[in-house]
């Protein structure tokens, strides 16, 4: 018994129907991660582009708008695989994407505007894992296009527009920290990332970006703090409280899974260096709340208790004879509140 071979689209919407087919199958195999379904991604990416580039695009916006969704799919594909070749040509795909992206009436649907935002961001990505000469720089142009995009939809209730404005400002902020004396410009996109994550963060699939915005505040905060520049002690005692916040924040975003987040045990070891250096008496009860949600890692613990080990060092290296009994009393607290955690700890 023989088959009859499926009938090759022929109409505009069967072509469009099999080009996105294609583009399903591609994501699926993209997001596998190895080079063979990388290399098999992209050759599905480009039959949906093959297919998509021979419909009418003027007649119906939305085969623009798959077209565009192949060029960046294989963009993204070219990326991952990584090497220069597949570097400079991703870019030639998000440009051509970008073009036919500026040609849809962005007001007419909003996706239209959210993917153009995307698409400016993923170019800026693969301009950072080039690391040429410049590439620092246009990656930043290309996250700052991304924010002119979205520019007049800030307070936008969609939460597509806030995740893409956070994502935006949030690359803004990392890119500045690789660049030299730029902490101050960093600290302020992190603090807008956060801003617009925080609509976003009832939704865990959404908070992923919130917590790399703050990770970035905690690094530039962290070079403002080490910086041998003379900062006011208000400004620098607002930073301190900033960054605690934002370590508590992570903590609390990545406590039901924390496996899943990379950055937790980092921002971990920074909140113990951070409390220590200048906020000894909270801690241990920032301590203790990691302890309760049982979610501390052995390394966690470690950087744990070298925390109050040394915590406990700098307040007996005081000269305690010259203290007002005020302060004296608040220093024996933190002490013995450092020592029960401490035992917390070894338990």
């Known amino acids: ?166 994502a935006a400002w949030t690359n803004h902020a990392a890119a500045l920290l690789q660049i030299q004396e730029q902490d101050v410009l960093a600290l302020n996109s992190a603090r807008r990332a956060i801003q617009h994550s925080q609509s976003c963060e009832h939704e865990p699939s959404l908070q992923e970006t919130g917590i790399r915005a703050r990770h970035a505040l905690c690094r530039a905060i962290a070079n403002l703090l080490e910086s041998p520049s003379d900062k006011n002690a208000d400004t620098a005692e607002a930073w301190i409280h900033e960054a605690t916040d934002a370590v508590e924040d992570v903590m609390r975003l990545t406590q039901a899974a924390p496996s899943r987040h990379p950055l937790r045990e980092e921002i971990f070891l920074f909140g113990c260096r951070i409390y220590r250096a200048f906020q000894p008496h909270f801690l241990a009860e920032f301590l203790d709340e990691g302890l309760a949600s049982g979610t501390l890692s052995e390394a966690m613990k470690t950087s744990a208790r070298a925390s109050l080990t040394q915590a406990a060092a700098q307040i007996q290296n005081e000269n305690l004879a010259s203290l007002n009994p005020e302060k004296l009393d608040r220093l024996i607290q933190t002490l013995q509140a450092l020592s029960e955690t401490s035992q917390k700890l070894r338990a």
């Open 1 to 166: 018994m023989s088959s009859i071979p499926p009938q090759a689209p022929s109409t505009p919407e069967q072509i469009h129907t099999a080009a996105s087919e294609w583009t399903l199958r591609g994501i699926t195999l993209l997001e596998q991660g190895d080079p063979e379904s990388l290399a098999t991604a992209l050759a599905c990416f480009e039959e949906a582009i093959l297919l998509r580039e021979a419909l009418p695009l003027g007649d119906n916006p939305l085969y623009r708008w798959g077209l565009t969704a192949g060029w960046m799919n294989r963009g993204d594909a070219l990326t991952r695989l990584g090497g220069q070749d597949h570097l400079t040509e991703a870019l030639r795909c998000y440009d051509i994407a970008i073009s036919h992206l500026h040609q849809l009436p962005l007001e007419a649907d909003p996706a239209f505007r959210w993917r153009l935002g995307v698409a400016w961001i993923n170019r800026g990505h693969t301009e950072q894992a080039g690391a040429s000469q410049g590439s620092l720089q246009r990656a930043l142009s290309c996250f700052e296009n991304a924010l002119r995009v979205m520019r007049g939809h800030e307070t936008s209730p969609r939460l597509d527009y806030q995740q893409v404005m956070a």
